[in-house]
């Protein structure tokens, strides 16, 4: 490769002096720059898309955080602890605040270990983390979920709410005091309309705040997000239904397809005779690879959720998601299987073993490692799933986690899909708390196959 | 299931029964237990062209095929029925015809730079990228189109709905943008040294090389690449769903909103549509619709890779 891409140049420049005339020297010169400038338009691309990448992962990453401006009077319980003293936000803040109110270590612990109490004090208050406070920044309080002066805004959102609030002092120009005045003219000189000049109205932000206000900043996703249930309130809102829900149906799509797609791919890497119908095998299953998700979604809700009359349940979404990435993990296994060398099957053949001591003495140890690949990336691409399982069932408000193969349930990007569909700024906040679990969820197992593949790596 | 077969040999022993005859029938167990394997994909098969071809036949038994293809007004699920599902299709073109004006070219253009001039360090840490572009949840990439880039596109251009297909479109392009780099990657990887050396050794610079020999020399899986993403982009969902609205609406203005045909089946799917009701059946009758150009277009694909590549041996 490196040897035949320096060949033209050199035997553009050699000629250059004597042999070629100028105008000819300049079209060879041309020649080569087109070269040149066709590397860096389809090097565009790749940074597009590299970009892209970026841009969704930290714009969902920074709508997990929310800002408002609360007056502390009326809403905060009159405490606030450090950043540091937990870190993590959550149950430890409910811990320390109790402490304060002056409640005794076993009082504290007995209220930590009764979820019903635990559920009212999330229904009533909400915990944030305090980016200005007459104690300092960064700290936390636990204030009155119903106590909101301002409407949650996105970090995005500081224009809006600054020319919001032009427009208010406009209004009353001659009731301003001196202060109100001035601040109407930063306002007035702030340009509050571009794409990119957020970062900079920021400070303008903070000048902006009275003597009695706070600056909140409210972290939508904690630990506590994980394992709060399902609820119609944002602040309240937890993951814990979706995340079991997709537990769930995952663990009934590995038990499904991984003897299913294993057993398929030996049939054809093995057994299959040479003759029309295993050509036809093929052809059904590299097509069933190519069609669309939600094609699956019908015949998971025609054939699993009305004729066999299984209902809108977990098994249903494990029976439609896997005939969904069925073909995949036969095609994965397949290469893995195709990968052990033939010589070891005639050894083994040679050592008086049978077809299926052969297969499953020696041939499937040696592609295990392609196989467990295959299958993490089969389930990654199940779990991120959304359209298949809107149609059957995985829609609407479920309160409760699943308990068993026959309940009704929701999975975490069917989950997001409604937080999205609420058309709800704070429920926004939430949804993109999920995506962010989503994300870290898909990214665990990409690095684990990705081990895997490197680990299981042999030549032969 | 494949552990049982041990255990049946060992009792089979332990009974005394003629060691080779039972082997025999053991492997004939195990080879039928694996035929049944590789015919779950064959009964999918039949239940997907079944569970669609049922309802929509009885679709069609209501409304007739001719209203079905012409009429423009698409009302399934409101009190004054109407079933012309070219509103839908037009939808679905519109956001993938934006994804593909966008996505085609950034695709092919990114399999250029990374089969022909990237270094190996840039290929190994960018692939891993395109492959986490391509395993990101349509769920995140919906949301991202309504949130993020349907306000900045509103900024941009005067006069865009909060739903339109212009973002989903924009979006859709990086989606499929991985599916036409991987393909066309290892298609172009696969053309030959000697033609690329008998290429430079007729004093071709690199730009023509690319342009004249390589390119022409992989269009095969090039073109193949294409098709499965167009095809990609037609069955995608979620993000349609999010950023392009659910109202159908006959109009060629991208910045209207615009139901696509995966759009209305989750409406239909997910709303309260009584079971068997003409409503409820019209979801089938799209879904015929989308299964067919969707298979349509895979088989093509398939077939541009088997007639047009060019074996190199």
């Known amino acids: 490769m490196k040897a035949s891409l320096s060949a033209p140049a050199g035997a553009a420049r050699r000629p250059g002096k004597r042999l070629v005339s100028a105008e000819e020297a300049r079209r060879l010169a041309a020649r080569t720059r087109a070269g040149r400038i066709f590397a860096v338009v389809t090097f565009i691309p790749v940074v597009l898309a590299v970009a892209l990448v970026g841009v969704l992962l930290l714009d969902t990453l920074l709508d997990t955080v929310s800002w408002q401006i609360v007056e502390p009077s009326s809403s905060t319980s009159g405490e606030s602890f450090p950043w540091s003293a937990a870190p993590l936000g959550g149950r430890e803040v409910i811990r320390l605040d109790l402490a304060a109110q002056g409640e005794t270590p076993e009082d504290v612990q007995a209220f930590m270990n009764d979820p019903e109490e635990l559920r009212l004090f999330e229904a009533r208050g909400r915990i944030e983390l305090m980016w200005r406070t007459e104690d300092g920044p960064f700290r936390w309080v636990v204030t009155n979920s119903r106590d909101d002066s301002v409407a949650d805004i996105g970090l995005f959102g500081v224009n809006a709410y600054l020319s919001e609030l032009r427009g208010e002092l406009a209004e009353d120009v001659e009731d301003l005091d001196p202060a109100e005045g001035g601040l109407l003219g930063r306002l007035q000189g702030a340009d509050l309309d571009g794409l990119f ?42 993951l814990k239904v979706a995340l079991l829900g997709t537990l769930w149906v995952m663990g009934l799509v590995i038990l499904i397809t991984l003897p299913t797609g294993v057993g398929a791919a030996i049939y054809l890497e093995e057994y299959a005779p040479e003759n029309r119908f295993s050509r036809l095998l093929e052809l059904n299953i590299r097509n069933l690879a190519g069609v669309p998700s939600i094609v699956y979604g019908i015949l998971g809700l025609y054939v699993f959720v009305r004729l066999a009359q299984i209902g809108p349940t977990i098994l249903s979404a494990a029976l439609t998601l896997s005939l969904l990435v069925l073909p995949v993990v036969i095609i ?21 073993a049978t077809k299926w001591q052969t297969v ?17 990336l089969a389930i990654a691409r199940a779990i991120g799933e959304t359209a298949p399982l809107l149609l059957v069932g995985a829609v609407g408000f479920i309160a409760y986690p699943p308990n068993g193969p026959f309940s009704r349930y929701t999975v975490i990007p069917s989950q997001i899909y409604n937080w999205i569909a609420e058309n709800d700024v704070e429920f926004a906040h939430v949804a993109s708390a999920g995506i962010i679990v989503l994300l870290a969820l898909l990214f665990v197992l990409y690095g684990v196959a990705f081990y895997l593949r490197r680990r299981f790596e042999r030549s032969w | 299931m494949e552990r049982k077969t041990p255990g049946m040999l060992g009792r089979a022993r332990a009974v005394g029964l003629n060691k080779r005859a039972d082997r ?25 062209v079944y569970s669609i071809a049922e309802e929509t036949f009885q679709f069609f038994r209501e409304v007739s095929v001719v209203e079905f293809f012409t009429s423009r007004v698409w009302t399934p699920l409101f009190e004054n029925q109407n079933f012309g599902i070219a509103p839908l299709v037009l939808g679905t073109l519109m956001v993938t015809s934006i994804a593909c004006v966008i996505g085609l070219p950034l695709g092919l253009g990114a399999a250029i730079y990374l089969a022909e001039f990237a270094g190996d360090r840039t290929r190994r840490t960018v692939t891993p990228i395109l492959e986490v572009l391509a395993g990101i949840p349509t769920v995140a990439l919906g949301y991202f189109a309504l949130l993020f880039v349907t306000p900045v596109i509103r900024d941009l251009i005067p006069g865009v709905n909060l739903f339109n297909p212009l973002s989903a479109g924009f979006v859709m392009a990086f989606l499929i943008l991985p599916t036409v780099t991987s393909i066309s990657v290892d298609s172009l990887r696969a053309v030959p040294r000697s033609l690329r050396e008998a290429g430079y050794g007729l004093g071709a610079s690199k730009f023509e090389l690319i342009t004249r020999v390589v390119v022409p020399a992989a269009l ?28 159908p609406n006959f109009t060629f203005d991208p910045r209207q909103e615009m139901a696509t045909m ?15 009701s003409l409503g409820a059946r019209s979801l089938y009758a799209v879904a015929a619709v989308l299964f067919t150009i969707t298979l349509v277009l895979n088989i093509l694909s398939q077939q541009v890779v088997r007639r047009f590549s060019e074996k190199y041996e």
């Open chain 2, 262 to 276: 995966t759009a209305f089946i989750v409406q239909a799917g997910t709303g309260d549509q009584a079971a068997g």
């Open chain 1, 332 to 352: 994965a296994a397949r290469e893995a299987i195709r990968a052990v060398p033939s010589t070891l099957r005639q050894a083994s053949y040679g050592l008086g």
């Open chain 1, 197 to 238: 000049n957020r970062f900079a109205n920021i400070g303008l932000l903070s000048s902006t705040l009275g003597e009695d206000q706070n600056l909140y900043l409210n972290p939508w996703l904690d630990l506590s997000f994980l394992t709060k249930n399902a609820s119609r309130t944002p602040v309240v809102a937890g």
């Open chain 2, 24 to 48: 025999r029938v053991g492997e004939a167990v195990i080879g039928t237990l694996l035929l049944l394997c590789a015919l779950v994909s064959v009964v999918t098969t039949v239940a997907v």
């Open chain 2, 220 to 247: 095969s899986g090039i073109i193949a690449s294409f098709i499965l993403a167009i095809s990609r982009a037609i069955g995608e969902t979620m993000i349609v769903t999010l950023a392009s609205g659910g109202r």
């Open chain 1, 360 to 376: 499953s003495e020696v041939v499937l140890p040696n592609a295990v490692g392609g196989i467990v690949t295959g299958v993490i």
